[in-house]
């Protein structure tokens, strides 16, 4: 066997797919890392640090952690699905020698293929197996070292044990309805209702739970809630879809959700255990809302998504990322938006 690993420096950014342009306008909007010409929209600027490469949407940075602000070192790109945090290259003269390298490291290896895909793919066959399938809403998302690794020739690859995500290549994809969901937005509140129980441990919304949704119109939220079990409130100034108009347990009002405040929901409706809004609204209108029901005491769990209005503003972005007891996160489902999760047991803790 003949197998040459070398230790590299920086780290490797893995794109979400088609989000190459706005994981580079957040390096450098917000770690300050590398530059763009000017143009009027990030689509026509061409980044520039010398430094980095691309291999397929991966982005290795090898100088990123002498180029950004200490403050910001042990924090990780939105727009990246999986950040490479120790990469290190292998050199090897066959598929055996390289599924044997990687499985010296540790047990889980998941690939990000964007070239040489039968070569990866017979390498992957020889590593333990992990669920690299499309998954049935409800599931368990593990949360155990996930390494990532991509072919950037024949013989040599690029590969972190150490990663910023459980799941293969920081994604994950769900069976898709085509049929019942009154819109695609439904695959959002799967994804980041399992991502909430894989960071804070909560349950799903269930039997008995409320959940209150803003701006519900027509209803995908709403969709995923009843089919957990929960009762929601949900508002909007159009109605749902005539399936959930009509169900008992979904109370509709044509109204500003915006305006209406913590006490008349809880009078109204009773108190929640979910809040959620998947609204367009300005982010600035949106923490601001946000705010007031963490200052009312009245919910525990928030899952709203945070819409972009042009060029990103990250020190607003900033301001939603301190609230305590939350993480901010680009979904696998999201477009040219965030989501902020926040969850709190019912200790308080």
Same mark, same amino acid.
């Given at each position: 066997m003949s197998v040459s690993v070398k230790k590299l420096g920086g780290r490797a950014f893995l794109a979400f797919p088609e989000m190459r342009n706005l994981l580079l306008s957040e390096l450098v909007g917000r770690f300050g890392y590398g530059k763009f010409s000017d143009s009027a929209t990030i689509e026509g600027r061409t980044f520039i640090q010398k430094n980095a490469v691309w291999y397929g949407d991966l982005l290795?940075?090898?100088?990123?952690?002498?180029?950004?602000?200490?403050?910001?070192?042990?924090?990780?790109?939105? @727009?990246?699905?999986?950040?490479m945090l120790s990469p290190f290259e292998v050199s090897f003269d066959s598929i055996g020698d390289a599924a044997k390298a990687l499985k010296e490291i540790q047990r889980n290896w998941a690939p990000y293929q964007y070239q040489f895909f039968r070569r990866a793919a017979l390498i992957q066959d020889k590593l333990p197996h992990i669920n690299l399938k499309v998954r049935k809403f409800p599931c368990e998302i593990?949360?155990?070292?996930?390494?990532? *690794?991509?072919?950037? #020739?024949?013989k040599?690859?690029?590969?972190?044990?150490?990663?910023?995500?459980?799941?293969?290549?920081?994604?994950? =994809? +769900?069976?898709?309805?085509?049929?019942?969901?009154?819109?695609?937005? *439904?695959?959002?509140? =799967?994804?980041?209702?399992?991502l909430a129980h894989t960071f804070f441990g909560v349950d799903l919304p269930k039997e008995g739970d409320k959940c209150f949704e803003a701006g519900a119109c027509p209803g995908g939220w709403t969709?995923?809630?009843?089919?957990? #079990?929960?009762?929601v409130f949900a508002v909007d100034r159009a109605p749902l879809a005539d399936s959930l108009m009509n169900d008992s347990h979904v109370k509709f009002l044509a109204?500003?959700? +915006?305006?209406?405040?913590?006490?008349?929901?809880?009078?109204?409706?009773?108190?929640?255990? @979910?809040? +959620?809004?998947?609204?367009?609204?300005?982010?600035?209108?949106?923490?601001? @809302?946000?705010?007031?029901?963490?200052?009312?005491?009245?919910?525990?769990?928030?899952?709203?998504?945070?819409?972009? =209005? #042009?060029?990103?503003?990250?020190?607003?972005? #900033?301001? +939603?990322a301190s609230i305590p007891d939350s993480r901010i996160v680009h979904l696998n489902y999201n477009k040219h938006e965030l989501t902020i999760v926040r969850c709190r047991c019912p200790c308080g803790a």
């Open positions: 290795y940075c090898p100088d990123f952690d002498e180029v950004v602000s200490p403050e910001l070192k042990g924090e990780n790109p939105y @727009w990246a699905s999986s950040t593990p949360n155990t070292p996930m390494g990532l *690794y991509t072919l950037v #020739g024949e040599k690859m690029i590969a972190s044990a150490e990663t910023t995500s459980p799941l293969p290549a920081g994604r994950i =994809q +769900f069976e898709e309805d085509h049929e019942n969901p009154p819109s695609r937005a *439904y695959l959002k509140i =799967q994804e980041s209702l399992s969709y995923v809630l009843r089919l957990l #079990g929960a009762d109204h500003d959700a +915006f305006t209406l405040t913590p006490d008349y929901i809880e009078e109204n409706f009773g108190k929640l255990d @979910w809040l +959620f809004s998947d609204v367009i609204c300005y982010p600035e209108r949106l923490l601001e @809302w946000i705010r007031m029901w963490i200052d009312s005491g009245k919910v525990r769990n928030i899952i709203c998504t945070i819409k972009m =209005q #042009g060029e990103i503003d990250w020190k607003l972005i #900033g301001e +939603f």
